[in-house]
């Protein structure tokens, strides 16, 4: 079976940078996505990572290790506007089309 | 943008009656998707479907169906609606090719059930 945690809760300070962990164990691997979703709203692609290392994208950066089942979501200078639920998804086949997605975390950004 | 569009924000219906759910993409995507969302437990992949008339069962089936008559909509069917099946309901869409193509998803319909 398929199996993704996450946190469900963090708490962090405006300007502050807040690390958001994932661990999976799955039947295969070919890829992980982290979405963003504001309450009410539509989850928003974030980022991908399928080899291991760190991607940046100006304040978001995401780091994955295959070996570990481990990814992790970076937010640096954290604003207000980024208090939602992070989403962690793998697609665990290649052939797959559907992603398996954990429970989400939800973080409130404080001032 | 992808525009993926959900007919309804809210809809309240009763219990054993028949409920569908549309869902329109506007990005000649192949795949289209159906997920619930409740608290604690994330995004549940009900079914999918990666071509017209073509559908496969996600994790949680039972008590749906879909139908795909055109590549551009997917509808979610709930044949006899249940309390249980109160919840926030997902669509989304991706391209076929390629792992790291993501899904885009739409606002989402929050269906009550009395």
């Known amino acids: 079976g398929q199996n993704i945690d996450q946190p469900t809760e963090m708490t962090a300070t405006e300007g502050a940078i807040v690390q958001i962990n994932c661990t999976y164990q799955?039947?295969?691997?070919?890829?992980l996505f982290w979405y963003q979703q504001h309450a009410g709203e539509a989850p928003t692609f974030l980022s991908y990572?399928?080899?291991?290392g760190l991607e940046e994208k100006g304040r978001f950066s995401s780091f994955l290790s295959r070996s570990k089942g481990y990814s992790y979501l970076l937010l640096k200078e954290l604003q207000m506007k980024d208090s939602a639920s992070y989403l962690c998804?793998?697609?665990?086949?290649?052939?797959?089309?559907?992603?398996?997605f954990g429970s989400g975390t939800q973080l409130t950004v404080l001032p | 943008d992808v525009k993926v569009t959900q007919s309804s924000r809210y809809l309240v219906k009763r219990t054993g009656e028949k409920v569908f759910l549309e869902c329109v993409q506007d990005?000649?995507?192949?795949?289209m998707f159906w997920y619930r969302q409740d608290p604690g437990l994330g995004l549940r992949l009900i079914y999918f479907?990666?071509?017209?008339?073509?559908?496969e069962k996600g994790d949680i089936p039972e008590g749906y169906s879909v139908s795909r008559e055109k590549k551009e909509r997917f509808s979610l069917i709930l044949e006899s609606a249940s309390t249980n099946q109160t919840s926030m309901y997902l669509c989304a869409s991706s391209l076929q090719t390629g792992g790291r193509q993501p899904q885009h998803f739409g606002d989402g319909t929050r269906l009550s059930i009395l």
């Open positions: 479907s990666y071509d017209v008339k073509m559908k």
């Open positions: 990572n399928v080899l291991d």
């Open positions: 998804a793998v697609k665990a086949e290649r052939s797959a089309r559907q992603l398996t």
């Open positions: 799955t039947s295969g691997f070919n890829g």
């Open positions: 990005m000649d995507h192949e795949n």
